[in-house]
């Protein structure tokens, strides 16, 4: 079975600030991982997947994240925090035991992420 | 449409009575999902269609969740008689075909009272 480990609830970061929030990963076959936002009373947002290739993946609103696979990690991180980046990031792994494209995604526990000025 | 629409985005019920929810993908996406999302931020898998069949639903409680996608309609998830421990978010999401990432639908509170 798939999981994913987000070790800390909160992160606080001041703005203009690198940010980075951490997520590890335990999977039987190679990984495909995400990272998803949501901001309150809303749905979530994908920002960025990493799949195959390059370990440095770039996303939407300046994020990236960097796939270590001897960690087993895919942490976020961003180089200059805004106050408006304060939401709730999850990292999720896409599920390998059936083929097709609807294998589900089996999610973290969620890091609450707040940028202060 | 470009985003999974979700209807409606509050529902209040009362124990033992039925829950509707409903789902509209977005166009060209052949996969849709279903999940819950309770306490605080815990995502629970409730079941994935490929068009209009089922993909995988592992995670559907038997007794009281059915779920559908029929051509030409929304997708919908039903819960009958609801308990209070239903009270949550569920969310909808589609992907493409050959797509690794699913997008989200803004969610149904679901209360029950």
């Known amino acids: 079975a798939q999981s994913v480990a987000q070790p800390e609830d909160q992160v606080n970061v001041a703005e203009g600030n690198p940010l980075t929030v951490k997520c590890t990963y335990s999977?039987?076959?190679?990984?495909?991982l995400f990272w998803y936002v949501q901001y309150p009373n809303r749905g979530l947002q994908f920002l960025l997947k990493y799949i195959t290739g390059d370990n440095l993946v770039k996303g939407s609103y300046g994020f990236e994240a960097e796939f270590n696979k001897s960690q087993t990690s895919f942490h976020l991180k961003k180089p200059s925090a805004l106050v408006s980046d304060s939401a709730l990031y999850f990292c999720?792994?896409?599920?390998?035991?059936?083929?097709?494209?609807?294998?589900?995604?089996?999610f973290g526990t969620g890091t609450q992420l707040k940028v202060e000025l | 449409g470009e985003e999974v629409a979700q209807t409606p985005k509050h529902l209040v019920r009362g124990e033992g009575q039925k829950a509707k929810l409903y789902c509209a993908p977005i166009k060209g996406h052949s996969y849709v999902f279903w999940y819950q999302q309770v306490l605080k931020n815990e995502f629970k898998f409730l079941i994935s269609f490929q068009n209009e069949n089922v993909f995988d639903e592992t995670g559907m409680p038997k007794e009281r969740f059915s779920a559908k996608c029929l051509p030409n309609s929304p997708c919908s998830l039903e819960i009958q008689a609801t308990k209070l421990e239903d009270s949550a978010v569920y969310f909808c999401?589609?992907?493409?075909?050959?797509?690794?990432?699913?997008?989200f639908g803004q969610g149904t509170r679901l209360t029950v009272v």
């Open positions: 999401a589609s992907s493409r075909p050959s797509g690794r990432e699913a997008f």
């Open positions: 999720a792994v896409r599920d390998l035991g059936l083929t097709g494209g609807g294998n589900k995604l089996t």
């Open positions: 999977v039987s076959g190679n990984p495909y």
